[in-house]
T-cell receptor, first 110, second 113 residues
Framework: KQEVTQIPAALSVPEGENLVLNCSFT??????LQWFRQDPGKGLTSLLL?????REQTSGRLNASLDKSSGRSTLYIAASQPGDSATYLC?????????FGAGTILRVKS | DGGITQSPKYLFRKEGQNVTLSCEQN?????MYWYRQDPGQGLRLIYY???????QKGDIAEGYSVSREKKESFPLTVTSAQKNPTAFYLC????????????FGEGSRLTVL
């Protein structure tokens, strides 16, 4: 069964800290992996998409890495800000379907 | 501005009623999707459509129905057969299939009274 797990479920950090969010998947035969941000009561916003042939993608203070062999992806957020507070979800594409993790709720304290 | 518009944002339904959630996109995307989100769970796929006049069931299609008469529109009907319809519903679209970036609407929260 194709499953996606995100750890931790919730994370609280002081402003300015660098942090890492984890995503693991059971089936390594992926097409791509996406990281999304979701604010409370809102839809999802795509942050980064990593193709299966890529190792990482960067956008501003965000860096996502992908290690297919170990079934893991990490989202690194540098110099965190209170505005980064949100739920972060990863989703793995398996060709004909997208499997989502339950998300990590991030709170950045000022 | 291009994007996906979902309406209504909040909807209340009495037991036994059917309700329809609207999803419109002006991104010229071929593929559209409906997901359900429950607290503490990942998004689960209800229905998807790769092309006009064609759609497929997702993982939790029972109690739901859709239509795709126009490229821009993909309405979702939550029928009385859906036993636990209270949830947050998200519509999404992509250029084609899943290979590529997925764009989401702002969501519709359905509550059964």
């Amino acid at each position: 069964k194709q499953e996606v797990t995100q750890i931790p479920a919730a994370l609280s950090v002081p402003e300015g800290e660098n942090l890492v969010l984890n995503c693991s998947f059971t089936d390594s035969a992926i097409y791509n992996l996406q990281w999304f941000r979701q604010d409370p009561g809102k839809g999802l916003t795509s942050l980064l998409l990593i193709q299966s042939s890529q190792r990482e993608q960067t956008s501003g203070r965000l860096n996502a890495s992908l290690d297919k062999s170990s079934g893991r992806s990490t989202l690194y957020i540098a110099a965190s800000q209170p505005g980064d507070s949100a739920t972060y979800l990863c989703a793995v594409e398996y060709g004909n379907k997208l499997v989502f993790g339950a998300g990590t709720i991030l709170r950045v304290k000022s | 501005d291009g994007g996906i518009t979902q309406s209504p944002k909040y909807l209340f339904r009495k037991e036994g009623q059917n309700v329809t959630l609207s999803c419109e996109q002006n991104l010229n995307h071929d593929a559209m999707y409906w997901y359900r989100q429950d607290p503490g769970q990942g998004l689960r796929l209800i229905y998807y459509s790769q092309i006009v006049n064609d759609f497929q069931k997702g993982d939790i299609a029972e109690g739901y129905s859709v239509s795709r008469e126009k490229k821009e529109s993909f309405p979702l009907t939550v029928t009385s057969a859906q036993k636990n319809p209270t949830a947050f519903y998200l519509c999404a679209s992509s250029f084609t299939g899943y290979t590529g970036e997925l764009f989401f609407g702002e969501g519709s929260r359905l509550t059964v009274l």
